[in-house]
């Protein structure tokens, strides 16, 4: 079987160790396939993403000449699927070096990160980045770059090597003069190395250049570091980066009655759980563990056998049709329940889904047994600010990029500014701005306060009391409208459970839901 390189030009090695470059239409098509393995793409798809608005007299003609001169070079690795095409790839380089950077990020081991640095030959997808999906590939991939680097730059440091460490920090301050997380770790690395007087000249440099060039001052953060260093009081190195914790998804697709096929999900052995995305989700980031709820959710997984799936419009299910109102919302998650159990089963609904929960339960008690909702809300009109949320909608509308920031912010306030920019990414990559704003304008309109006094099951809520995305008015909304419901409010200024916090918060559920015992489709 051929193995694939991506890492720099898109190139095929054939089982007799013949290399073969991949060029023109068909490097498109590989890119993608490969990018989207194993999930494979649709014909219409590939089609928008080769040929954009420059679309070819008989688009699917043109297609298939293409994959048949691919299939020419990759063999029965190219299959046909009933809706496209998807690879059948054994070996792909940058797959191997996220699996070794996963390994070596859960072991904090130098020699191992070391290791997995050099497997990095190369930017991936040389001269491919103009096709949208492989420019997102190319962001996710680069993204797992910068944090084992800077993983790897922590454990040289903690383990005495700060000379090195400063040595290749230079270069990436020198290369982003304005990113204070790693001119934090060039200061502690100049400290630690014996050089106090030039990690201080940095921090000055670096202070000259915000106020000449954007006439700002440094966070508070780089500050403190500054004061830590002049005084001799500079404490252990602590990471803030979130672990890459692999969720490992058994992915399906299944129809719907709208056109398109909804991506689903399944990890874990317990009794079955269906676990609600919220605003967006993308099966395969959660798969390999790039968004940042996965920590939250592989708590879940060691208790559960988790189904989640991706909504219509969104992630892997972006071909589907998006649900344009709170009912379709409503009958997309009952099509997943139905088509995914035997049984009724518990539902954990957060951020965007409670509505969509309260309705789901009103309509079809006989597909749920417990509802627990975190971090969510019943009434969007009296949750948030009208004036707000159409500003909201209209920034991610017009500018999805300054959107996600923004919102990368209300969800991980606390968070270093190497989380919110995943994040900010991550979210880029769920959906197109047009159908974040749809969904976000949904959240925002919901009402089901009415409804919440014919809940008749089991129902906890939880919410963090600081929580800015979704207030903690939300969730006093639903302890107050739902017969009997427990309400347990954390302490915390998040959304999501804190690092450290997801086991604490994952337990909660399990007590909760372990009266009644599931067996899943």
């Known amino acids: 079987m051929p193995t694939y390189r991506v890492l720099g030009d898109l190139t ?34 590939l089609i928008d993403q080769i040929w954009g608005e420059d679309q070819p007299v008989d688009p699917e003609a043109s297609l298939h000449g293409v994959i048949s001169r691919l ?35 859960t072991e904090s081991n130098l020699d191992a990160m ?15 980045d103009d096709i949208p999906d492989v420019r997102l590939e190319i962001e996710r991939l680069s993204r797992i770059r910068r944090w084992s680097t800077r993983d790897r730059i922590e454990l040289m440091i903690e383990s005495g090597d700060s ?76 990471s803030e980066s979130r672990p890459l914790i692999p969720l490992h998804l058994e992915i399906t697709f299944t129809p719907t009655e709208r056109g398109g096929s909804i991506a689903v999900g399944r990890a874990g052995e317990g009794p079955p759980l269906l676990v609600h995305p919220g605003w967006m989700s993308k099966l395969d980031l959660l798969s390999s563990g790039l968004d940042m709820r996965t920590p939250m959710w592989a708590e879940l997984v060691k208790r559960y056998e988790i189904v989640i799936f991706d909504r219509a419009g969104t992630g892997l299910s972006r071909a589907a049709p998006v649900a344009s109102d709170l009912d379709e919302s409503v009958s997309e998650m009952i099509s997943v329940m139905s088509e995914c159990f035997d049984g009724p089963v518990p539902v954990l609904a957060g951020s965007a889904a409670g509505p969509i929960a309260v309705k789901a339960a009103v309509e079809r008690p ?33 500018g999805w990029g300054m959107g996600s920031d923004l919102l990368a912010n209300l969800l991980f306030p606390s968070a270093s500014s190497e989380i919110k920019e995943a994040w900010s990414q991550t979210q880029r990559e769920f959906t197109d701005a047009e159908t974040a704003a749809i ?61 450290g916090d997801e086991a604490r918060v994952a337990d909660i559920v399990e007590e909760f839901t372990t009266e009644t015992s599931l067996t899943a489709k």
Not at 16 to 29: F, I, P
Not at 380 to 391: E, L, Q, W
Not at 451 to 467: A, E, M
Request: charged letters at 25%; aromatic letters at 8%.
């Open 12 to 45: 095929v090695v054939h089982d007799d160790g013949a290399e073969q470059s991949v060029t023109g239409r068909q490097a498109s098509a590989l890119a993608l396939l490969l990018a989207a393995h194993p999930d494979g793409l649709t014909r219409d798809r």
């Open 71 to 105: 299939r020419s070079i990759v063999g029965s690795d190219l299959a046909t699927t009933p809706s496209g095409y998807r690879m059948r790839a054994r070996s792909i380089d940058s797959a191997q070096y996220e699996a070794a950077v996963a390994r070596a990020r």
């Open 114 to 128: 070391m290791e997995a640095s050099r497997l990095w030959t190369s930017e991936p997808y040389r001269g491919l």
């Open 163 to 238: 000379s090195a460490a400063a040595d290749e920090l230079a270069a990436m301050v020198s290369a982003d003069r304005f990113d204070e997380e790693t001119l934090g770790l060039y200061m502690r690395a100049l400290y630690d190395s014996g050089r106090k007087p030039a990690a201080l000249r940095a921090f000055r440099d670096y202070e000259q250049l915000l106020a000449e060039e954007t006439g700002l001052e440094p966070s508070a953060h780089i500050r403190e570091l500054e004061v830590a260093i002049l005084t001799d009081h500079l404490a252990p190195i602590v």
């Open 366 to 398: 006989d597909l749920i047994t417990h509802l627990v909702f975190h971090g969510t809300y019943a009434s969007g009109p009296t949750t948030f600010p009208r004036d707000v949320a159409n500003s909201l909608v209209a920034l991610v509308r017009a």
């Open 439 to 499: 969904l976000m304008r949904q959240m925002y309109d919901a009402e089901v306060t009415e409804l919440l006094g014919q809940l008749d099951l089991p129902c906890l809520i939880i919410h963090y009391r600081q929580d800015k995305a979704i207030p903690f008015w939300g969730g006093e909304q639903l302890a107050r409208g739902i017969p009997g419901a427990r309400f347990v409010p954390l302490e915390g200024r998040t959304h999501y459970p804190l690092p």
